[in-house]
């Protein structure tokens, strides 16, 4: 028998931003709690949103009243911190998870690692950025890259993440970036996109890419398991709290 730990892994889900928020918090507090093994997700947000961090204060009215393919942009808060993000045409990954060893980032590189080996596999080299002398006054999360995003080998940002740690448990969560419409993030930010890269890839075989890769990097068996009608009412009430 294997004595690998087993991670759960929740299906693909496509869901509006304050559901998907409400999802990665509820899934803490079980872990944080113990009702809950360790999980791995994947997932996007409809409709597009764009999702300001914990102690993000300010952010221009204009984005209250966007809108992409005839449908009103989301303005949702995350649990965790950094700025603002652009959820139109990228994947959401997000990893919860307890004990890894050393300081903040140091688990912020050990979860790092499946990205970088599952996009490797795929025939993309990631590296991480540096901070650029804008990272404090720039409102774009992808508008420059620090030692917490994931950068292609021509400088653009294929990657930001996030984290929120209670005690030894820690929720990281982050944007891949695949096919991002130029327009609405100048609309956005009001700067161009810097390299707008098009992968070959289906959005199948990249998740399929980073699962296999997660299972290397945290050397854990998963389990697929949908939520339960239970687990849905449970996220639900927790949507109504934050």
């Known amino acids: 028998m294997s004595n690998k730990q087993v991670w759960r892994l929740i299906p693909f889900l496509e869901a509006s931003g304050n559901v998907q928020m409400a999802i990665d918090k509820w899934l803490l507090e079980q ?4 009702k809950h093994p360790p999980t791995l997700r994947f997932y996007t947000w409809s409709p597009a949103a764009i999702s300001l961090g914990y102690h993000q204060k300010q952010y221009p009215q204009a984005w209250e009243n966007l809108t992409w393919q005839g449908k009103k942009l989301d303005v949702v808060r995350r649990p965790t911190g950094g700025r603002a993000v652009l959820h139109q045409g990228d994947l959401t990954y997000a990893v919860i998870t307890s004990g890894l060893p050393g300081n903040r980032l140091q688990a912020y590189t050990k979860i790092c690692e499946f990205l970088i080996r599952g996009w490797r596999s795929l025939g993309v080299e990631l590296t991480y950025g540096t901070a650029g002398r804008g ?63 098009q992968f070959p890839h289906s959005l199948e ?10 299972q290397d990097c945290f050397d854990m068996e998963i389990e697929l398991k949908p939520f339960s009608q239970l687990e849905w009412e449970e996220i639900m009430a927790f949507n109504l709290c934050i």
Do not use: M
């Open 31 to 34: 872990h944080h709690l113990r």
């Open 135 to 197: 990272y404090i006054h720039n409102p774009n999360c992808f508008g420059t890259a620090t030692g917490a995003d994931l950068i292609l080998p021509n400088g653009a940002k294929l990657i930001g993440s996030a984290q929120l740690k209670r005690g030894n448990i820690i929720l990281q969560h982050g944007s891949i970036r695949l096919q991002p419409d130029a327009e609405l993030f100048a609309q956005v930010f009001g700067t161009e996109l810097f390299n707008n890269v």
């Open 205 to 214: 075989q990249i998740i399929t890419a980073l699962i296999a890769a997660a």
